[in-house]
């Protein structure tokens, strides 16, 4: 029932950004490498086509300095969801498939294929069955309880974290594996006290997941814990 992993280094930039990143770079130094051949071959030339050539590249150029900028985006970009389960991923893709076969089954195919990834989208956790579930994560040092109510409701208790500021416990252990299980909300985030381990992924969950509240244990003014 528990969730582990191994504690590794992160990198703090969401997902879409490490994508984002080099992907601008590759297209604008490419233009940028071409426009510079321009150039010399411009400059056996006129002098103004030389010129003209020459007012691209510097663009070119400027346009891969600021094309930083646009891992801006990342942050509406990282969009998480539960995990689907296999049996709907296959289908799903079973349906994509289907979408190159003869154009007499392609309306059925895109129903299908639409009507799939629909479902895969609204992946749900089981339905209540009346018990009360607590499952305790293997997050090393510190605590993280996932309690699952009678009603079917989900409620943390602590959300675990580390002494070391480069590890994010909440998204590398806690959000994936309420994930898995198909949850995208929290009901009650509880977070006993103030220490690192206890409260450092409590971060993550705020952006990642829908959360109706929170209750916080006592804490002395001088802990930064929950700021």
């Known amino acids: 029932m528990a969730a582990g992993a191994g504690h590794?280094?992160?990198?703090?930039?969401?997902?879409?950004?490490?994508?984002?990143?080099?992907?601008?770079?590759?297209?604008?130094?490419?233009?940028?490498?071409?426009s510079g051949f321009a150039v010399v071959a411009a400059s056996a030339g006129p002098a103004v086509l030389a010129a003209r050539v020459g007012d691209v590249a510097w663009i070119c150029a400027h346009a891969l300095l600021r094309s930083g900028e646009i891992v801006r985006l990342a942050p509406a970009l990282d969009v998480r969801h539960p995990t689907p389960p296999a049996w709907a991923i296959a289908?799903?893709?079973?349906?994509?498939?289907?979408?190159?076969?003869?154009?007499?089954?392609?309306?059925?195919?895109?129903?299908?294929?639409?009507?799939?990834?629909?479902?895969?989208?609204?992946a749900r956790p089981a339905p209540a069955d009346g018990r009360l579930s607590v499952t305790a994560l293997d997050?090393?040092?510190?605590d993280c309880l996932a309690v699952r109510s009678p009603r079917g409701r989900m409620w943390m208790v602590d959300a675990a974290g580390s002494f070391?500021?480069?590890f994010d416990i909440g998204e590398a252990v806690v959000?994936?594996?309420l994930w898995s299980e198909g949850w995208r909300r929290i009901e009650t985030l509880v977070l006993t006290h103030a220490h690192p381990d206890h409260v450092g992924g409590a971060p993550f969950?705020?952006?990642?997941?829908?959360?109706g509240g929170t209750w916080e244990g006592?804490?002395?003014?001088?802990?930064r814990g929950y700021r």
């Not at 289908?91 to 799939?116: D, K, S």
């Not at 006592?218 to 802990?223: G, L, Q, T």
């Open 91 to 122: 289908l799903f893709l079973a349906g994509l498939l289907l979408l190159i076969t003869p154009t007499r089954f392609r309306a059925g195919a895109t129903a299908t294929t639409l009507g799939l990834g629909a479902l895969i989208f609204a």
């Open 205 to 211: 969950l705020l952006r990642a997941f829908d959360l």
């Open 8 to 34: 590794r280094r992160l990198d703090r930039r969401p997902a879409r950004a490490r994508i984002l990143h080099p992907t601008r770079r590759f297209f604008a130094s490419g233009a940028v490498l071409l």
């Open 218 to 223: 006592p804490a002395p003014r001088h802990d």
């Open 175 to 177: 959000g994936p594996y």
């Open 164 to 166: 070391d500021a480069r």
């Open 139 to 142: 997050v090393g040092q510190g």
